[in-house]
């Protein structure tokens, strides 16, 4: 690959001189290594203990348990709404003495402008979990999984969460085999009313064979886990669900804390979540702007933030916030830049922490393994077609620290060529 398709900047943390340096001031897409830049700036903005309310309201009175109206869900943006706080959620509403709701679950995610962007506008994978378009209101990132059970005398198919709204066929033929994935030709359709088929071949060697996916808005998504979820807390509802408006003026019956910030930003980074990464620009957004706030407003804010920390955002382009897009662009030096920023300030053991550990968690843990480096590099990775990037800190044989950025945009770069370019760099680094 020509070395013109490379930037590379290294530097050590406190240093102003770079140990090495390719194209550094060169525009290019980042991919998911642009969460670094979305994670630390709402860190920053938003403080490591910041947290996301939800609220409960009744939209009628309650006798004997039975709500006369409508419950009704006000989100504000909580990026970590997953199953087991939902849950948690539901059961302070029903000790506040609610058990059948006569209404409808009214959804109000009016604090966010909803992105116009299609799941599938991105690279035609629509129910890819990668492609969640997430709302103020999202619930366990719309994600479902189902698990098929391949045994050749009985066809079942079971979601998690369950969703009662969810209709699910399964024609596919369960077949003697191995489980390899010559032998695998599964196929999933979805229609626009909730329904998931099933069909191909499946061997039945493949015991509890399981497809996550993203197949349902993310309205039906928070009725269908809020029906089996209540159903849990011993209560009912006898009505659909639609979007509305929390009433204004009212105290609310419950209202939900998120997990704090500096919890948040460790899936974002370590795991590379994009649904979180999404709803964090749109928080930044919030953090200056008054409600309903745009995901352009949200990456106007962090770009002011950043100019106003010192940073030169001249190349910088953010887009979504969770590098899931072509218009994505940074420079090398920018990502050390900010490196060097994160290290001097308050919350850089947050940060850090949050980074994947190189052959231990997150996105690198099959990296450098039973190798030295194995443990010493604190970073986050990016890849896309034609991409690859990773940036962060490298803890040298010598005891310095370093902050490292490379990033490679070029159509042989995700074959192979990019990760060995990059384990050399970070290998060469650790050496020092």
């Given amino acids: 690959m020509p070395a013109k398709s490379l930037s590379v900047m290294v530097q050590p943390v406190g240093s102003n001189q770079p140990i090495a ?7 290019r897409n980042p991919a998911s290594a642009i969460k670094l830049v979305t994670t630390w700036t709402a860190l920053d903005l938003l403080g490591p203990t910041h947290r996301w309310p939800t609220e409960v309201y009744l939209g009628g009175p309650v006798q004997e348990g039975v709500l006369q109206g409508d419950l009704i869900i006000k989100g504000y943006g909580d990026p970590y709404l997953v199953l087991e706080d939902f849950w948690k959620m539901l059961g302070d509403i029903r000790r506040s003495g609610t058990r059948v709701i006569q209404g409808d679950l009214v959804i109000d995610d009016s604090a966010f402008v909803r992105d116009p962007t299609k799941p599938g506008d991105f690279d035609g994978s629509a129910h890819r979990l990668y492609n969640v378009i997430p709302t103020a209101f999202t619930v366990n990132f719309n994600a479902i999984d189902f698990q098929l059970n391949s045994a050749l005398d009985s066809k079942s198919v079971v979601t998690t969460p369950a969703l009662p709204n969810l209709k699910i066929i399964d024609k596919a033929k369960r077949t003697k085999g191995k489980c390899k ?5 599964l196929r999933m359709q979805v229609s626009d009313a909730n329904t998931v088929a099933f069909d191909g071949k499946l061997p039945a060697d493949c015991r509890n064979y399981k497809v996550s996916r993203n197949v349902m808005s993310p309205l039906d998504y928070a009725f269908g886990a809020f029906q089996s979820t209540w159903a849990q807390w011993g209560g009912r509802i006898h009505g659909s669900v639609r979007r509305g408006q ?3 003026g009212v105290k ?27 709803l964090l620009l749109y928080s930044i957004g919030a953090a200056r702007q008054a409600l309903p706030v745009s995901r352009a407003q949200g990456a106007r804010v962090l770009a002011d933030h950043l100019r106003k920390r010192g940073l030169n955002t001249k190349e910088l382009v953010v887009d979504n916030g969770a590098g899931l897009s072509r218009r994505t662009r940074v420079t090398a030096r920018f990502l050390v830049d900010l490196l ?25 843990r099959k990296r450098f393994r039973k ?41 042989k770069a ?15 680094v650790h050496k020092r």
């Fill in 21 to 27: 340096q390719i194209n550094a001031d060169v525009p």
């Fill in 181 to 185: 994935s010559r032998n695998i030709a």
């Fill in 414 to 428: 995700t074959h192979g060529a990019g990760r060995a370019v990059q384990d050399a760099l970070l290998a060469w």
């Fill in 340 to 364: 060097q920023l994160a290290w001097r300030e308050p919350t850089m053991p947050e940060f850090v922490s949050s980074l994947s550990i190189a052959g231990k968690d997150g996105t690198t």
């Fill in 371 to 411: 190798r030295p480096e194995s443990g010493r590099m604190h970073v986050k990775t990016g890849m896309l077609r034609d991409v690859v990037a990773i940036a962060g800190y490298v803890h040298a044989k010598s005891g310095k620290d370093y902050a490292v950025a490379m990033v490679m945009n070029h159509k």
């Fill in 252 to 278: 609310p019956i419950v209202v939900r804390q998120s997990r704090p910030l500096a919890e948040v930003i460790r899936p974002v980074n370590k795991w590379s979540n994009n649904v979180m990464a999404r």
């Fill in 246 to 248: 929390a009433p204004l």
